[in-house]
């Protein structure tokens, strides 16, 4: 529940203070090692020392009782090598302590250049880390800033005017049409206008030229010499023909 909850504060805090704060305890952790190393390797000393002063005292002592044996010293011999029994058992003794003490100094030393190296990895890290903590935080910021522009007023304005300049497309549209189909209108009268007076200038023709025979103006009326019968000429007759046809599809 502890480290549970610890997670769910963590994700509160800043990166890069937790950062820093990372790097701050890992050198602190180094320190402490260094420390402990320290301390250890000067216990390891004095076992070392004293495993050495055992050791001597027993070969002295083994010394002494080959020199008393030599003198026919038998007892004294004999207490000399009880001696030399007990500095030999002590540097036994020690001496497991010290292959004891070696193999935890040999441990701490592993784990201070672990740890080391950890630092030093975290130190190159750290800069890029907060690089990208500094970025996502502006990223957020800039997130935030967009959620709270409203837009939706501006984009309805728009499309109201969207809306409103196509609405007055089409009304122009729709005039120009008017004003094209107005002017098509007029000309379609004043050609109707023209069909109308050529009619009735037909019909005043024909209407001239049924009176007693008579050709349209511009003509005189001759006689054949040798027949008697009036003399009709063909362009005229042609073009009558035409004019008549015309007034019958009238």
């Known amino acids: 529940m502890q480290s549970y909850a610890n997670a769910i504060i963590s994700t509160f805090e800043d990166p890069e203070k937790i950062l820093e704060q990372a790097v701050l305890e890992m050198n602190d952790d180094l320190t ?8 250890v390797l000067a216990s390891q000393k004095r076992l070392e020392n004293k495993y050495k002063a055992a050791e001597q005292a027993s070969e002295e002592w083994y010394r002494k009782a080959q020199l008393a044996l030599q003198k026919g010293e038998e007892d004294l011999a004999r207490e000399a090598l009880k001696r030399r029994k007990s500095y030999a058992d002590n540097a036994s ?5 010290l ?15 672990l740890l080391e190296s950890k630092i030093q990895e975290a130190r190159s890290k750290k800069d890029t880390l907060k690089a990208r903590a500094q970025s996502a935080k502006t990223s957020t910021k800039v ?12 984009l309805s304005a728009f499309e109201k005017m969207e809306e409103k300049v196509m609405a ?7 005039l120009g049409q008017l004003t094209s189909d107005d002017l098509e209108g007029k000309f379609a009268m004043l050609e109707s206008s023209s069909v109308d007076d050529d009619l009735a200038n037909l019909k005043k023709e024909l209407s001239v030229g049924s009176k007693k025979g008579e050709l349209p ?3 005189s009326s001759t006689t054949s010499a040798n027949t008697g019968i009036p003399f009709r000429d063909v362009e005229i007759e042609r073009e009558l023909d035409q004019l008549r046809q015309r ?3 009238f």
């Open 168 to 174: 007055m497309e089409s009304q122009a549209e729709a």
């Open 93 to 97: 003794s020690l001496k497991a302590q």
């Open 247 to 249: 007034a019958k599809d």
């Open 143 to 154: 997130s935030e800033m967009l959620g709270n522009v409203n837009t939706s007023g501006a």
């Open 32 to 39: 402490k090692m260094r420390q402990a190393t320290a301390q």
């Open 99 to 113: 292959d004891q003490q070696k193999s935890v100094v040999d441990n701490l030393v592993s784990n201070t250049r």
């Open 217 to 219: 103006p511009g003509r």
